[in-house]
């Protein structure tokens, strides 16, 4: 008597949820989204750096901020069981690029143009253009003060998009001028949302003491009317920020470079100071920014390095392609 064949069934094993395969023939655009990237780089004399993808906890924690979203709930941290080692799969890479150039003293004979291109990690909702493991392109200058170079990497980001031929992308720009500025404007935002706690969401009231600034950043319609009156950081830029950022504005538009101030942009990290920018399309809906970027000048001594300026972008490559 034959045996019967077994109707047990292995269980099928499926990717992460927001972990996605890149499939042929869909691998090809990224191959050559990615050719393109080297080609412009090059062009701006950008040179390639890879960093690992697993980075001391502490470097984020210093270099991205303690109240940022990105440390308090996004970042897939984990104990090294060897040496009980706190360790971070990266968020994004800004601090990583800052702690090689000081590890290995990059900087020692002037300042350096790098960039990356990898994946980084977030832990949060999967929704369209915002994955658990998302891919980064980034471009940084270090050891540069002038804002020559935040007109530089603007630039580099708006090439990059007419190399890929993307076309119905707006470039908003504002400043964030440096701590003293930033303190005052801290302290006149405290101050007027507390006026205003009872339109406050849940999220605005956990950050309006720790991180105020990100109140203006909100997306709660119910709080727009209401962040629209609040006190702007440029108003309180002194001479020497508001010349920075005037150069800024005046070299954009001598190279052709359409630009729109939006006060309200402030960016999610703690390590910005004087221009942040940001690339966004109307055509991905809540997920429209594709670059954003801005100049930090006190991350690198922040992170144990030489007092040395430095600016930089990240690109979302899956929201771009």
């Known amino acids: 008597m034959s045996e019967k064949p077994s109707t047990n069934r292995v269980d099928k094993i499926f990717a992460v949820k927001g972990m996605n395969d890149i499939l042929p023939p869909d691998s090809a655009q990224w191959e050559w989204f990615e050719e393109r990237v080297r080609h412009t780089m090059a062009s701006f004399a950008y040179r390639n750096i890879r960093t690992p993808i697993v980075e001391p906890t502490a470097l984020f924690v210093r270099g ?4 940022t979203d990105i440390v308090e709930k996004e970042m897939y ?11 971070t799969l990266r968020p994004e890479n800004t601090p990583g690029v800052v702690r090689a150039a000081i590890e290995h ?27 658990r493991q998302f891919y980064q392109l980034g471009a940084e200058g270090l050891g540069f003060a002038g804002p020559e170079l935040d007109v530089e990497l603007i630039l580099l980001a708006h090439q990059l998009f007419a190399d890929i031929g993307l076309r119905n992308v707006r470039v908003d720009i504002n400043s964030l001028g ?16 507390e006026r205003n706690a ?9 950050r309006l003491h720790a991180n105020p600034l990100r109140i203006l950043d909100t997306k709660n319609p119910a709080m727009q009317d209401m962040v629209a009156q609040a006190p702007q950081l440029l108003g309180f830029l002194g001479e020497n920020s508001l010349k920075h950022f005037e150069t800024v504005k005046r070299l954009l538009t001598a190279c052709s470079v359409q630009w729109t101030v939006n006060p309200r942009l402030v960016r999610g990290l703690d390590y ?23 100049r930090y000048d006190g991350l690198m001594a922040e992170l144990g390095g030489q007092e040395l300026s430095g600016i930089g972008f990240g690109l979302g490559i899956d929201r771009v392609i």
Not at 78 to 84: S, Y
Not at 109 to 130: A, C, I, N
């Open 64 to 67: 991205t901020g303690e109240t």
């Open 77 to 87: 941290s984990f104990e090294d069981k060897l040496n009980g080692e706190a360790l």
């Open 105 to 131: 003293n990059l900087t020692y004979d002037g300042g350096k143009r790098l960039y990356y291109m990898g994946p980084m990690f977030r832990h949060e909702r999967p929704q369209r253009g915002r994955y």
């Open 178 to 193: 440096i701590a003293a500025e930033r303190q005052a404007h801290r302290t006149a935002l405290i101050a007027y949302f």
């Open 198 to 206: 009872d339109s406050l969401d849940v999220d605005a009231k956990r």
């Open 272 to 294: 910005y100071s004087h221009t942040v920018f940001e690339f966004v399309t109307e055509e991905l809906g809540a997920q429209g920014t594709l670059c954003g970027g801005g």
